[in-house]
Nanobody, 127 residues
């Protein structure tokens, strides 16, 4: 079992950057594909970004392409989400997710494909 702990959210102004991180417990982090999702009040949970076990493949939601970058450090059991050019529409709780994967280069983009979830970190972007 994997435990995920997000950190690095916060309140910023439009145009600013944030870099949330997600630390995973366990010794098999490199066998998990990882993802970031977000959920705003009244909205469904949506994919932000996903990364394969090897970091060779990534996937981004349409609304964040070109602004956000997902990365991982398997030695540190950590996945990151670099968020640039933030807008008020990015305001949400951001969740980290993990799933075991037999494929080194496959990223998963649907919430139902993930097994483990963190508690979430709030990101608030004001004008």
């Amino acid at each position: 079992q994997v435990q995920l702990v997000e950190s690095g959210g916060g309140a910023v102004q439009a145009g600013d950057s944030l870099r949330p991180s997600c630390a995973a417990s366990g010794r098999t982090f490199s066998s998990y594909a990882m993802g970031w999702f977000r959920q705003a009040p009244g909205n469904e949970r949506e994919i932000v970004a996903a990364i394969s076990r090897s970091a060779g493949s990534t996937y981004y939601g349409d609304s964040v392409k070109g602004r956000f970058t997902i990365s991982r450090d398997n030695d540190k059991n950590t996945v990151y989400l670099q968020m640039n050019s933030l807008t008020p529409e990015d305001t949400a709780v951001y969740y980290c997710a993990a799933r075991p994967s037999d494929y080194r280069s496959l990223a998963y983009c649907r919430a139902g494909q993930y097994v483990y979830w963190g508690q979430g970190t709030q990101v608030t972007v004001s004008i």
